[in-house]
């Protein structure tokens, strides 16, 4: 394996120590709580649905923690949804808040769950069906105005699955955070376009959307609205080229002619407008790469942080390990002005080799500004990357052969929630935050 350059030396927490319990190996001074497992009664009677992926954190009342978790799960998983194995609480849901309800027989097992955690007493208050209907809800992200975007990774459509479905699919939807055990009606932003969706995340400053495509030519995408905040009452969807680089191929795969994308490089770019964005034969990107969009491999977790965005590419670089973008809009994003001062895309993180990361999923920023990200991988990790490009382990899954996804800090940065997925598993870690080497 290639050696890591000086700007790749591990930093971190120190050695990872091995769990008791055969689960998870944290450092010294962390631990860890399970707070939920697929399978089990919620407070709304539901069973609490398998397959946990991405996840947002929200202030609730008195110190209450009020986490939006999704389900990547399809409609024939009956074994991993919210109405039982035989669909035998499918009759307690109402069917009107449903996107996707196969008449009956195959509803949408996707959507989200909703949890009030209470960091006192270490205990979830409440747990509940909050998004229903949906198919293989991947990851979303978190609003400035407190709502959780969840995005399904999917794009079957009417008729599919032997003529069961009744709708299409490859939307984002948008979850109130709430206390209140309550199911929302799922309306789908069909302006936002219809493809393989993975993850979103806000510019607080402008509210516009940026969301990656989770295909290995897939596009990076921004969602310009028409009203801030009111992402239901329209905008322009666009996709990100390479000022002077027409289609320009960023993932650096070791068998595609032509120059590399240069690591540590800011680049400018331009945004070019979509047209036919509900895509009915799911070609929005390749259309877009045809008028000289970037394609990335396998865009994937997304979080804003101070003035700029990162997202995860699960199998970019010379040895398709995985890369890391950074995204830094400019001064007048989103606006006619814009090209007085483009935002700059650079190529944050791609070590090509699978000891310090492989298969970023799931990203984060912790509050003091280190990326967080969960490996897609049989062996995962839950890698740290300092704002100077140095690695470290956080965590690693020794009890289940299944990736991490949806790690996300509370509000106040002191819990770090993070999925077991295959295992059906939400688990809660504390430790000495920010004292890191």
């Not at 939307?171 to 789908?188: D, I, M």
Request: hydrophobic share 30%.
């Amino acid at each position: 394996m290639a050696k890591a350059s000086s700007r790749e030396q591990i930093a971190g927490y120190g050695p990872l120590i091995r769990d008791p319990k055969g689960i998870l190996n944290l450092p010294k001074g962390f631990s860890y709580k399970i707070i939920s497992r697929s399978g089990e009664k919620m407070s709304d009677g539901f069973l609490t649905p398998g397959r946990p992926d991405g996840m947002g954190t929200f202030e609730g009342k008195d110190g209450r923690i009020i986490i939006v978790r999704n389900h990547e799960n399809s409609p024939d998983e009956f074994e991993e949804g919210a109405f039982g194995k035989k669909n035998e609480y499918y009759s307690k849901a109402d069917a009107d808040k449903l996107y996707e309800t196969g008449k009956g027989i195959l509803p949408g097992l996707g959507g989200t769950t909703t949890l009030v955690y209470n960091p006192i007493t270490e205990e979830v208050e409440q747990e509940y069906l909050s998004l229903a209907g949906t198919i293989r809800n991947c990851a979303g992200g978190v609003t400035p105005w407190g709502s959780w975007l969840t995005c399904e990774e999917s794009t079957v459509k009417k008729g599919d699955y032997k003529g069961q479905l009744e709708q299409n699919h490859g939307y984002v939807f948008e979850v109130p955070a709430s206390e209140e055990a309550k199911l929302s009606k799922a309306r789908p932003i069909k302006a936002m376009g219809r493809f393989n969706h993975e993850a979103v995340a806000v510019d607080p400053r402008t509210s516009i959307v940026y969301l990656t495509e989770d295909r290995g030519d897939g596009l990076f995408y921004r969602f310009v609205p028409n009203v801030p905040g009111e992402l239901h009452r329209g905008g322009k969807l666009q996709a990100l080229a390479i000022q002077g680089s027409p289609s320009r191929d960023t993932r650096n795969w070791k068998d595609l002619k032509g120059k590399k994308f240069p690591k540590n490089t800011p680049i400018e770019v331009e945004w070019i407008d979509l047209e036919e964005i509900d895509a009915p034969e799911d070609d929005l990107r390749h259309r877009g790469f045809h008028e000289g969009a970037a394609c990335f491999a396998r865009g994937e977790g997304i979080w804003f942080g101070d003035e700029e965005l990162y997202f995860a590419c699960t199998n970019g670089g010379e040895i398709s390990a995985g890369q890391v973008f950074r995204y830094v809009p400019g001064e007048f994003e989103g606006t006619a002005d814009e090209k007085e001062a483009p935002g700059k895309l650079e190529l944050f993180a791609e070590p090509n080799d699978k000891e310090i990361l492989k298969s970023c999923d799931n990203v984060a920023i912790a509050p003091w500004g280190d990326l967080l990200l969960c490996e897609d991988d049989p062996h995962p990790f839950v890698v740290g990357i300092t704002t100077q490009g140095k690695y470290y382990k956080l965590a690693e899954n020794i009890g289940f052969r299944t990736e991490f996804a949806g790690g996300v800090f509370s509000p106040d940065g002191k819990i770090y929630f993070v999925n077991i997925q295959g295992a059906g598993l939400t688990l809660a870690i504390t430790g000495p935050w920010g004292s890191r080497s």
